[in-house]
């Protein structure tokens, strides 16, 4: 007999209350198995898959690609007995008997501490839930049939995909779902395509779906698209950081001759042979080295607690731009690592986070953040710090530039730096000598051995 277990969308970093739905990697009908990626979803700090728990046949799901989804919703059914070998469990059972069975439904991989299964939150659907076969009267009593897909009849050869609230709203609206193609990922016909449908704009059916702008409006020629994920979370945070702390931002301009000379030395060398050793790589150097000599911008305000706390580690955040939008993972214990192994994080790390894979541990607990605007050939900028750090630091292009050096003009390889600190932590002497510093290791990189 069936046995039904839904699978709830789970805390997967701490402090999670909700996520969007990315992509399906399963359909009704699939066979599952433990641990098997059934969904891609966006939280506020990456894109995470999700494996599911049990093994058996997908009978629906619950959600579709592109909804926001709270934390502990059910997203997908699974009967984990499809072949009905599994014996029912007496009534009268005593709740210590049934102590293993339910460790059995506990989840094994990416998941928070919350068993699954253990409180359910009704799902607003025209289909009912299906009812778990424990609760049938007799053994004998047929379970019920897993739900179907609410189907319509092919008109065409064409059947659209929609799910039932989608359903429902096209029928209010008077939008005959035949006529569409959806926007979601598989042809998944969503609100929105409805909404544009009602508007005279949708895409007809058999327009590829590659091709159906999900927030464009011909009749206004604007694209609208939901702030929702990576695009939220920074801008909260953004808001937090620019009405919490005091900024100041402090600009230096730098002659980095030496250490391009350096760097094209050291990449000729065999320590370095395939290694890809950017300018970056020495930025985060100098950073590391000059703020053993200046901690205060390494430190945090606690406002809670009415401290400055002052770490002895340097937890590294890089600023990275993705498809997803910006996220900010961290190299941790920067301030261990030498030149070479600096180099190398870095080149994993933005691999990573260009590909969206970057995890949401990756980037919690960051100390201090540098963010490379010269890889956009941008000279410089005023930054905002990230939430719970007190600095962070703009590497500009590096351009040839007429130079003053030794009373002649040369052309030489400058860059600009600038530092933006928390002037509740950072005076600006100490936020002044640490720019210094930092300019002072890249102009000769020489100058280290002295730190």
Known sequence: MPEYKQFPLSDTAEGLTEADILAWRVKPGDTVTVNQIVVEVETAKAAVELPIPWAGVVTELHVEPGQTVEVGTPILTVDVDPDGKASPAPAAAPAAESAPAEEEMKPLVGYGSKAAGTTRRARKSATPAPAPVAAAPTPAAPAPAAPAPVAETPRGGYVPLAKPPVRKLAKDLGVDLHSLTGSADGGVITREDVHRAANGSA???????????????????????????????????????????????????????????????LKKSREFSGVKLTPLAFAAKAVCLAAKRTPDVNAVWDEAAQEI??????????????????????????????????????????????????????????????????????????????????????????????????????????????LSFDHRVVDGQQGSEFLADVG??????????TY
């Open 203 to 265: 895409a007809p059916a058999g327009t590829p779906v590659s091709t159906v702008d999900s927030g464009y409006d011909p009749a206004t020629r604007e694209r609208r698209v939901p702030i929702k994920g990576v695009r939220k979370a920074t801008a909260a945070a953004m808001v937090q950081s620019a009405y919490t702390a005091p900024h100041v931002t402090e600009f230096l301009t730098v002659d980095v001759t030496p250490m391009m000379e350096l760097r094209e030395k």
């Open 440 to 449: 002072a290791l890249l102009a000769d990189p020489a100058v280290a051995i």
């Open 309 to 418: 706390v002052y770490k002895d580690y340097v937890h590294l955040g890089i600023a990275a731009a993705t498809p997803r939008g910006l996220v900010v993972p961290k190299i941790r214990d920067a301030d261990s690592l030498s030149l070479k192994e600096l180099a190398v994080a870095l080149t994993e790390l933005t691999d990573v986070a260009r590909e969206g894979k970057t995890t949401p541990a990756a980037m919690l607990g960051g100390t201090f953040t540098i963010t490379n605007v010269g890889v956009f050939g941008v000279d410089t900028g005023t930054p905002i710090i990230n939430p719970g750090e007190s600095a962070i630091l703009a590497v500009g292009a590096i351009r040839d530039t007429p130079w003053v050096v030794d009373g002649e003009i040369k052309v030489r390889k400058v860059m600009q730096l600038s």
